[in-house]
């Protein structure tokens, strides 16, 4: 069963941008404003390797997202999960996080495998296993 | 010397809402959206003693605030430092938050410290250390 509830899942896929929070080494939260996608139960965002955002994820295995509407009564959902980096094969998940940031119809056609690796480019993934607090959506 | 240029202290003036990020006793990211108001370099959330956020932030004395614009291009900003929890005079910055919140010209009427005391309220204090990453904000 999905954790997510149609309602939650339908205002996730309405907005683009999100907080990501990750714990850094010394074990105080790290923020960061990012663009994402939903994948099913997955919550997909693209960054470079050498991002703490990146390392954080790998390194505890733990993410938290905060999306929040832009108006009154602004609408707002936090998740969690267990969290990590993919190196390989992103390329449908990068086109489709381009897809949302550029606000298109259909996702753009992807970049190679080889041209994101050369970029440095991963994707940071969440299994959406908490959700809460969520404010001001219906179920 | 303060932590925020003006440029950034405007920017927080101008929001209203943010996103608190703490770490919680498994040591993974717990975030939820707050209003908050700024007092030279602190930044003040109103909450409730049991809450989770006050619990974590007296627990590892530390906090973090993600807070961003509505409208493209999306100016934001991520601050961090010592934080704790005041449970004693705490009338006035209850009720700068509050002016912020309805977006008065004037704090309305203060509650007494004996009348927030009765309903548990107390002040999420942090104390701007770092600041960063921010973006789409002039210096």
Sequence with gaps: ?????????????????????????????RQSVVYFAREGDRILITTEAGRWKARDAERTGW????????????????????????RADIALA??????????????????TDAALAEAGRVIL?????????VSYIGT
Tied chains: 1, 2.
Excluded at 68 to 85: C, I
Excluded at 103 to 109: A, R, T
């Design 1 to 29: 069963m999905s954790a997510l509830t149609p309602a939650v899942a339908a205002f996730l896929d309405a907005q683009r941008l999100g907080v990501l929070a990750t714990v850094s080494e010394q074990g105080r939260p």
């Design 94 to 111: 990068t086109a489709r996080i381009a897809q949302k940031v550029m606000g298109l119809d259909e996702p753009p056609e992807p970049q």
């Design 63 to 86: 993410a938290s997202l905060c999306v929040r509407g832009d108006e009154p009564p602004y609408p707002s959902a936090t998740l969690a999960g267990p969290a990590g980096v993919q």
């Design 125 to 133: 993934a969440i299994d959406i296993e908490r959700v809460g607090p």
